[in-house]
């Protein structure tokens, strides 16, 4: 494939100037050393459904996102305007949780993660398309 069939969102990311790159190092060290200090006393957490796993993986913590309920996602805000159109039906979804847990830990994560599907039966429900 020749360099101008490429697509942009890939050829952009691999032509950053270094100072560029440095700089961005210099973040993601700051990261995660602020991670790492905020993990030093914890084995691992339990996030909200609502948590990122973007942070995990620029520090390299180990996440697993595990389903515990089916529900109807909550909704942010309301309409503008007050339009009075009907709100479509929702249909339950899966609710996740995020488990983060330090450096190197993935067996306790995986573990606490394994514990949750053998107590609950949540992972072998799907929503209706």
């Known amino acids: 494939m020749a360099p101008a069939d490429w697509n942009p ?18 973040r993601r060290y700051i990261m995660v050393s602020k991670w790492a200090e905020f993990m030093k006393d914890l084995d691992m957490f339990i996030g909200n459904p609502f948590a990122d796993v973007g942070p995990n ?16 996602p909550e909704q942010f805000g309301g309409r503008r305007g007050g339009q009075a159109e009907p709100q479509p039906e929702l249909k339950p ?14 067996d306790k994560i995986l573990a606490v993660a394994h514990q949750f599907q053998v107590h609950d039966d949540t992972y072998l429900k799907h929503p209706s398309l």
């Open 93 to 106: 979804q899966p609710i996740c949780a995020v488990i983060v847990g330090g450096l190197f830990n993935d």
């Open 57 to 72: 993986a620029q520090t390299g913590h180990p996440c697993a996102v595990v389903p515990y309920k089916m529900g109807i």
């Open 9 to 26: 969102r890939f050829v952009n990311g691999r032509t950053v100037p270094g100072f560029e790159y440095l700089q961005t190092e210099r």
